[in-house]
């Protein structure tokens, strides 16, 4: 499924956060937005999940505007995890994940084996089949933040928006939750779009990367030539050096000499 950005401008006030984005996001690509804090990046993701409007520009899916899919047929199509998700009532963690089939249930709405299969696979997938009886309430912040990608990942839509998903995550944690992003992408054909402040994650595991500074410029394109320790200095408002071992990199303050 292609996401295209056609001129989109957001403003928060008097701030002009994007001025003037024009981008195509295809099946398969697994797009990183970085920036500093108040840059943008969840105000973009509510307007690519059709939950908020731009200043000014379109969103379309597959050739068609955002605004005028259905609501039903976009909730069939694309999947959203906010960054904070709070839990006003018990429930277990099997029935949490399965809401997130609401969109495809059927008949009197009862979920079906296949909505129950899909459920425990996303479980799997995040090491979580042992939690399938726990109450969410008694999980860590960490153990929801998992849960919460895992009924993402249960929903089954072709494009998957997720605001800050390694938010809480130990670092093993964030590796998993990385792969399980990158094979939905690789594997299924998925379009991936997550938020991220960890720049050497993004570089390891996106495709692309959105930049955003917070003033209204944005650079896109293939990760390694957006989050460059230039780019990436730049938007951040601190210096930031690129160092090699063999094949890795990793971009690290650069901290000047006294």
Same mark, same amino acid.
């Given at each position: 499924m292609t996401l295209h950005l056609d001129a989109?401008?957001?403003?928060a006030g008097a701030r002009?956060?994007? +001025?003037? !984005? *024009?981008? /195509?996001?295809?099946?398969?690509?697994?797009?990183?937005? @970085?920036?500093?804090?108040?840059?943008?990046?969840?105000?973009?993701?509510?307007?690519?999940?059709?939950?908020?409007?731009?200043?000014?520009?379109?969103?379309?899916?597959?050739?068609?505007a955002l605004a005028s899919w259905r609501a039903a047929d976009l909730a069939r199509v694309r999947a959203l995890m906010p960054q904070a998700t709070h839990d006003a009532f018990s429930a277990?963690?099997?029935?949490t994940v399965l809401l997130n089939r609401f969109p495809h249930l059927t008949g009197w709405g009862w979920e079906s084996d296949e909505d129950r299969n899909a459920a425990h696979a996303a479980l799997d997938t995040l090491g979580l089949a042992s939690f399938?009886?726990? +109450?969410? !309430? *008694?999980? /860590?912040?960490?153990?929801?933040?998992?849960?919460?990608? @895992?009924?993402?990942?249960?929903?089954?839509?072709?494009?998957?928006?997720?605001?800050?998903?390694?938010?809480?995550?130990?670092l093993h944690h964030q590796i998993d939750c990385l792969h399980a992003l990158r094979d939905a992408a690789r594997?299924?054909?998925?379009?991936?779009?997550?938020?991220?402040?960890?720049?050497?994650?993004?570089?390891?595991?996106?495709?692309?990367?959105?930049l955003l500074d917070g003033k209204g410029g944005t650079h896109a394109g293939p990760v390694a030539d957006v989050?460059?320790?230039?780019?990436?200095?730049?938007?951040?408002?601190?210096?930031?050096a690129l160092i090699r071992d063999g094949e890795h990199e990793a971009l690290v303050p650069s901290i000047p000499r006294s």
């Open positions: 989109i401008v957001i403003r002009t956060l994007i +001025d003037g !984005l *024009t981008q /195509s996001i295809e099946a398969g690509d697994m797009w990183c937005i @970085a920036g500093p804090n108040g840059a943008g990046k969840t105000t973009l993701i509510n307007v690519l999940a059709g939950l908020g409007k731009a200043a000014s520009g379109i969103v379309s899916l597959d050739g068609r277990t963690v099997l029935d399938a009886a726990r +109450d969410v !309430l *008694t999980l /860590s912040g960490g153990e929801r933040q998992r849960v919460a990608l @895992a009924a993402v990942l249960c929903q089954n839509a072709p494009l998957l928006l997720l605001d800050e998903p390694l938010s809480h995550l130990d594997e299924h054909k998925r379009t991936v779009i997550f938020s991220c402040h960890d720049l050497n994650l993004a570089r390891r595991f996106a495709t692309h990367a959105l989050l460059t320790p230039e780019r990436a200095s730049a938007a951040f408002g601190y210096p930031l």
